[in-house]
């Protein structure tokens, strides 16, 4: 099939460079021409395991193209995908103006029938909106077809390769069937393309991230309890994950969820229902998530006192999980402007989001090239992102590099008893050890 993709983000560069993997002839377009130069450099503008190699092996055999031309694009393609950003806008919703753009610029460059897919996250009602955008610019029949991802960042490739479902959602039934066929290749296993309607698919993808947003906050407040009654917030989660009903995913405590989706899209589905049904449970969760992102700096200010000013403290992990380069909404970002607010100094590493940090922190913070290079003369170490790079280090030379052997663990990768013996002051989540 010949598919035109608009917007290359993290959904939109995934999504074209996967169908043209499975034999497509994909156009992926975007306005900003630097990236689509970078793109036919063979150079991808984000960290995601696979989809630097996959995009310049489609590249070479010239299924995969990149361009700004969005009008020749459309004219190219009998299908669209609209996978350009919705960022949160200033109440919390969705703020639809690029797919607004989008959708108006597909309709005036289309010639014949097209099925338009939505592929970023959008609000319930999305896809009429659409409809009446498109209708408002031309007399050209089309379809709109509903189709959230829902991809992981850091195994969005795999996520996308091998689903554990698609979901679509539309009322033509033509419309419906060829995107069905388009993404048959990827369930060959059995896994189920589902179909509804719009407003339905729309609201699965808010209601699978706000779920998932729950288990953490909910994880998190029992690790806050343990710490209080003097239980392991570790034991606690092996019991309840064995329970069928609760599994293990997604009930890891921490220092709280960050990214692209979670608290953006928590915050659309708060705005969503507005007063009438009030989002009691979400507004909650992510009161709780944002509470959780100061407690690593409260454990710091509680060991050094309130007066942290003129020391240095080091950072390992940037990024909001392992695994990409991803630091919107990270927690990192609330701990280190808390340490800079009370005049400490920063000294951070992760292995790939030390350029996405340079654009938030500027000069404020020093980045080394090694993750030993931050300790030097820190007063202690800062764990916020778990790395696996960083679950087994020569903890001999951590403690040598350190002004003092302390260690805040944000994500549990350490054992308590582990640190203790070697002469460490260990904090972490939900362990009473601080």
């Known amino acids: 099939m010949k598919i035109t993709v608009v917007g290359t983000g993290y959904v939109g560069l995934v999504a074209g460079t996967c169908f043209a993997e499975s034999g497509n002839d994909v156009i992926c377009v975007d306005i900003d021409a630097e990236k689509i130069a970078m793109l036919n450099d063979g150079k991808v503008p984000i960290y995601e395991p696979g989809l630097e190699e996959m995009v310049k092996s489609n590249a070479e055999d010239q299924r995969l193209t990149f361009t700004t031309n969005l009008n020749d694009a459309v004219k190219a393609s009998p ?235 080091a950072i390992w992990g940037l990024a909001f999980k392992p695994r990409t380069d991803d630091m919107r909404d990270a927690p990192a970002i609330k701990v280190i402007e808390s340490l800079l607010a009370a005049g400490a100094r920063v000294q951070a590493f992760d292995p790939e989001a030390m350029e996405e940090a340079r654009k938030i922190f500027g000069d404020r913070i020093q980045y080394t090239h090694r993750n030993y290079d931050a300790l030097h003369g820190a007063a202690a170490l800062l764990i916020l992102t778990e790395w696996n790079e960083f679950r087994r280090p020569d903890f001999a030379r951590v403690k040598n590099l350190l002004q003092q052997p302390v260690i805040f663990d944000g994500r549990n990768i350490y054992d308590p008893a582990d640190l203790l013996k070697l002469g460490f002051k260990y904090y972490s989540i939900g362990r009473n050890n601080g």
Not at 190 to 213: F, Q
Not at 241 to 258: E, K, Q
Not at 296 to 308: I, M, N, T, Y
Request: neutral net charge.
């Open 79 to 313: 299908i669209i995908f609209i996978a350009v950003g919705t960022p949160q806008g200033q109440t919390g919703h969705a703020d639809l103006q690029y797919v607004k753009a989008t959708a108006k610029g597909i309709a005036k460059a289309m010639d014949e029938f097209k099925v338009i897919v939505t592929k970023s996250t959008v609000p319930v009602g999305t896809a009429d909106q659409i409809k009446q955008w498109i209708s408002e610019e031309t007399k050209v029949p089309f379809a709109v077809i509903s189709n959230p991802e829902f991809m992981k960042e850091g195994a969005a490739v795999e996520d996308f390769m091998k689903p554990d479902r698609v979901v679509l959602g539309g009322d033509n039934a033509e419309a419906l069937a060829t995107i069905k066929e388009l993404y048959e290749p990827f369930v060959r296993t059995g896994n189920p393309i589902l179909t509804m309607d719009s407003r339905s698919a729309e609201m699965s993808k808010y209601a699978a991230n706000a779920m998932l947003a729950t288990k953490i906050s909910f994880i998190n407040e029992v690790a806050k309890l343990c710490e209080s009654m003097h239980a392991n917030i570790g034991e606690v989660r092996r019991a309840i994950s064995l329970d069928r009903r609760i599994g293990p995913h997604f009930i890891f405590p921490g220092a709280g969820y960050g990214g692209s989706c979670f608290s953006k899209d928590i915050r659309a589905m708060i705005s969503m229902g507005g007063d009438t049904p009030e989002m009691l449970l979400l507004k909650a969760v992510e009161a709780v998530n944002e509470r959780q992102k100061n407690l690593l700096f409260e454990k710091v200010q509680r060991h050094f006192g309130a007066h942290l000013k003129g020391l240095t403290f």
